[in-house]
């Protein structure tokens, strides 16, 4: 197992249910291998279907639906905000 050194100097890996910034957005560790981990965001994206009828925009379709995972080094330094036990 690879093992990274956080900034306040303790030994810390990636596991799942860390929840951690990436990109400026919250995401939940969901799994962790030597190769890598897959995080998911928390916040869910907003999605509006748009289409042009007689020149001008009509919303067909609103919803929110869940962000895409992200594959990522399980030794990458981002910042653990917080842990949530995974059901």
């Known amino acids: ?4 050194y956080s900034d306040a100097g303790t030994l810390s890996r990636l ?3 860390h929840i951690v910034l990436f990109e400026g957005r919250k995401h ?3 799994m962790v291998n030597d190769s890598r981990a ?8 907003q999605k509006t ?8 925009k009509v919303t067909v379709a ?3 639906g869940p962000g895409v ?4 080094s ?3 330094l981002c910042e653990i905000v917080g842990f949530e036990a995974l059901q």
């Open 15 to 17: 596991q799942p249910g």
């Open 1 to 4: 197992m690879k093992y990274t």
């Open 28 to 30: 939940r560790v969901i």
């Open 69 to 72: 995972a992200v594959n990522i």
């Open 74 to 76: 399980p030794n990458s």
């Open 38 to 45: 897959r995080i998911l965001p928390l916040e869910k994206v």
């Open 49 to 56: 279907i748009e289409q042009i009828i007689d020149g001008k």
């Open 62 to 64: 609103s919803f929110s």
